[in-house]
C-alpha cells in the first residue's frame, strides 16, 4: 500500500501535528557556521571572531559534560563505598550476634550440668532419710529437715528459690553427718559408709561443673562488654549471667 494514499485518523492528527512542530523547531535551533557568519556580518561582527567563539562555547560545553560525568561517578563511587559498608557492617552484626549466642549456649550448657548435680544431691535425701529411720526412731526432726529441704528445692521457680532451697539441703546434710558421728551404730552402718561415698562423688562434681560454668559465664560476660559489642548485645536483648558461689 502507497503510504501516501493510507488514510490517519482523525483523533491522531493532533498528536502528530504537535510532535512535527517539535521537530522542526529542534531543527531551526541548529545553525550551521555559514550561517552564523552571516547573522555576524549583518551583526556588524567580523566573521573571524565566530570560529574563536565556537571553540570556546564548546570547550565550556566539554567542560560541563565533564563535570556531570564526574558528579555521577562520584555519586556511583559513594553509592558503591556506601553499600559496601552497609554490607560489613551487617555481616559484623550478624557475627558478633552469633559468637554472643554460642557463648549463651555454653553457658546455659554448663548451668545444665550444675542443675543435674545438684538434683542428685537432692536425690540422695530420702536416702538419708532411709537411714536415720533405719537407726533411729525418735529423731523426727533431722527427717522432717531433710524432707522439707528436698521438697523445697523441687518446687523452686527460680534461681534465688533454688539458691535457697540449695543452702537448706546443705545445712540438712550437716545435721545428718553431726547426727551420723554421734551414733557408732549408724555411722559404722554399710549403708552409711556407702551414701558418704555418693555425697562425696556429688560434692565433687558439682564442684568441677560449677567451676567450669562460671568460666563460661567469664566468657560470655567479656563478649558483652566493650564497643561495639555491647550495642549488639542490647539491640538483640542479650543479658548478663550470674556467678556462682559455693553452695
Known amino acids: 500500500m502507497n503510504p501516501k494514499k493510507r488514510t490517519i485518523p482523525a483523533s491522531d492528527a493532533p498528536a502528530i501535528f504537535e510532535l512535527a512542530s517539535q521537530y522542526a523547531s529542534a531543527d531551526l535551533e541548529h545553525y550551521s557556521r555559514a550561517e552564523l557568519e552571516m547573522a555576524a556580518a549583518e551583526a556588524g561582527i567580523?566573521?573571524?571572531?565566530?570560529?574563536q567563539a565556537i571553540a570556546e562555547v564548546q570547550a565550556q560545553n566539554t567542560k560541563k559534560l565533564t563535570k556531570r560525568q564526574n558528579i555521577r561517578?562520584?555519586?556511583?563511587?559513594?553509592?558503591?563505598?556506601?553499600?559496601?559498608a552497609i554490607i560489613g557492617g551487617i555481616g559484623w552484626h550478624i557475627a558478633t550476634y552469633n559468637?554472643?549466642?554460642?557463648?549463651?549456649?555454653?553457658v546455659e550448657a554448663a548451668w545444665?550440668?550444675?542443675?543435674?548435680?545438684?538434683?542428685?544431691?537432692a536425690d540422695l535425701i530420702p536416702?538419708?532419710?532411709?537411714?536415720?529411720q533405719a537407726y533411729t526412731t525418735h529423731e523426727s526432726t533431722l527427717v522432717t529437715t531433710l524432707t522439707e529441704a528436698r521438697q523445697a528445692y523441687l518446687?523452686?521457680?527460680?534461681?534465688?528459690?533454688?539458691?535457697?532451697?540449695?543452702?537448706?539441703?546443705?545445712?540438712?546434710?550437716?545435721q545428718f553427718q553431726t547426727y551420723a558421728l554421734k551414733h557408732s551404730a549408724l555411722k559404722s552402718s554399710q549403708l552409711y559408709i556407702n551414701l558418704q561415698y555418693e555425697i562425696t562423688g556429688t560434692e565433687n562434681r558439682l564442684a568441677v561443673e560449677r567451676m567450669r560454668y562460671n568460666q563460661?559465664?567469664?566468657?560470655?560476660?567479656?563478649?558483652?562488654?566493650?564497643?561495639?559489642?555491647?550495642?549488639?548485645a542490647k539491640l538483640s536483648g542479650f543479658e548478663s549471667k550470674p556467678f556462682l558461689s559455693a553452695d
Do not use: C
Request: glycine residues 2%; charged residues 20%; without cysteine.
Open 127 to 132: 536416702q538419708l532419710v532411709k537411714v536415720t
Open 155 to 174: 518446687e523452686a521457680d527460680n534461681l534465688e528459690q533454688q539458691q535457697d532451697a540449695i543452702t537448706k539441703i546443705d545445712q540438712a546434710i550437716d
Open 112 to 121: 545444665a550440668q550444675v542443675e543435674n548435680q545438684r538434683q542428685r544431691r
Open 99 to 106: 559468637a554472643i549466642t554460642n557463648h549463651r549456649i555454653q
Open 46 to 51: 567580523p566573521a573571524e571572531y565566530i570560529p
Open 216 to 232: 563460661a559465664v567469664q566468657s560470655y560476660q567479656q563478649q558483652l562488654q566493650g564497643f561495639p559489642n555491647t550495642v549488639v
Open 73 to 84: 561517578q562520584g555519586m556511583r563511587k559513594w553509592l558503591l563505598i556506601s553499600s559496601i
